[in-house]
């Protein structure tokens, strides 16, 4: 089936410092994936959709200078946190659309997630 | 715009017995999709099952059925035969009508639902 690989899945960084995490799509072309965030024990928000050859689509509330997509080709984004500060500590998760066979739906399907620390 | 309600901040059930998680919503869409994702403690999301607004009967895969009823806006997860590995957290999602493929990527989550399965 459909996977999508996400790396680092932990990373620890420094005040100041910028970290790079990257999606894959394994066995499939996705020019549109997901970048979404979760903070402890809450839901999951979109941040922004990026977008194969283009600029990313940000979400209301999203600084596109702080977070930084880059979709350069069909089965690669990676989002990079610049000037990490304490507060950007989070679980962020990338995604891409497929087809479930099942019901024929298109259904986000997640990577593993990176779990960022900033010191 | 859409919420998702999930009133259960938590659940337990006996292993092998049936459980249902609580999943309500509201939408001025006259077309939506229900989703609903499992997150283990690794923190991957796993799709579990889909249900579109105008499907006729409820959605079941497996272990997994979706009680729909569209005029109280509920979309119920029911998990039959439970197993020590379902214990995570739940996740209900709605996705909204929109123009173009980058609208299928934007879900509105609940809060999610700890279900922990005891033996």
């Known amino acids: 089936g459909a996977v999508v690989s996400q790396h680092p899945s932990r990373v620890i960084c420094k005040s100041g410092t910028s970290v790079k995490i990257e999606c894959r799509s394994l066995?499939?072309?996705?020019?549109?994936m997901f970048w979404y965030r979760q903070f402890p024990k809450q839901s999951l928000m979109l941040m922004a959709t990026s977008n194969e050859g283009s600029k990313a689509t940000y979400e209301q509330g999203v600084e596109k200078d702080k977070f930084l997509i880059n979709h350069a080709s069909l089965t690669l984004s990676t989002l990079t946190v610049t000037s990490a500060h304490p507060e950007d500590s989070s679980f962020y998760i990338c995604?891409?659309?497929?087809?479930?066979?099942?019901?024929?739906?298109?259904?986000?399907?997640f990577g593993a997630g990176s779990r960022l620390t900033v010191l | 715009a859409q919420k998702i309600t999930q009133t259960q901040p938590g659940m337990f059930v006996q292993e092998k017995e049936a459980v249902t998680l609580d999943c309500t919503y509201d939408t001025s869409d006259p077309s939506y999709g229900l989703f609903w994702y499992k997150q283990p403690s690794s923190g991957e999301m796993i799709f579990l099952i889909y249900q579109g607004s105008y499907d006729q009967q409820n959605a079941t895969e497996g272990r997994y059925s979706l009680n729909f009823q569209k005029a109280r806006k509920s979309a119920n997860l029911v998990i039959s035969a439970s197993q020590l590995g379902d214990s995570a957290m739940y996740f209900c999602a709605m996705r909204g009508t929109g123009a173009g493929g980058t609208s299928y990527g934007k879900l509105t989550f609940g809060q999610g639902t700890i279900l922990t399965v005891h033996p």
């Open positions: 066995d499939f072309q996705a020019t549109t």
């Open positions: 995604s891409a659309l497929r087809q479930d066979s099942f019901s024929g739906a298109n259904v986000l399907t």
